[in-house]
């Protein structure tokens, strides 16, 4: 079992900037990749970015990419996500999702919800224009 604990969100205008965190517990020996994922009300979650455990390389959503920032801290067993240059379409919740596949630092199943086994309860990101 993994626990995930998301904080840092909040409310911030078109333009700013957030980072969030996601703090992993339990059993972190299985973790070989973290992701982040957002969801709109009456939408399907979606991915956002991702990154090897034990590689550190890193898998953006078209969307976000060059604007969010994926990083990791093995030590802390913590995964961050700074986000600049905010829009209002950001607006969502957003969660993090533990993998423990084997394959995720060959890009395998990163972008894919079947691809995460643990997911946190997540914090809500508002972009006012």
């Known amino acids: 079992q993994v626990q995930l604990v998301e904080s840092g969100g909040g409310l911030v205008q078109a333009g700013g900037s957030l980072r969030l965190s996601c703090a992993a517990s339990?059993?972190?020996?299985?973790?070989?990749?973290i992701g982040w994922f957002r969801q709109r009300p009456g939408k399907e979650r979606e991915f956002v970015a991702g990154?090897?455990?034990?590689?550190?390389?890193?898998f953006y959503a078209d969307s976000v990419k060059i604007r969010f920032t994926i990083s990791r801290d093995n030590a802390k067993n913590t995964v961050y996500l700074q986000m600049n240059s905010l829009k209002p379409e950001d607006t969502a919740v957003y969660y993090c999702?533990?993998?423990?596949?084997?394959?995720?630092?060959?890009?395998?199943?990163?972008?894919?919800?079947?691809?995460?086994?643990?997911w946190g309860q997540g914090t809500q990101v508002t972009v006012s224009s």
């Open positions: 339990g059993r972190t020996s299985s973790t070989r990749g």
């Open positions: 990154i090897s455990w034990i590689s550190g390389s890193t």
């Open positions: 999702g533990h993998s423990s596949r084997a394959l995720y630092s060959a890009g395998y199943y990163r972008s894919d919800k079947e691809g995460y086994d643990f």
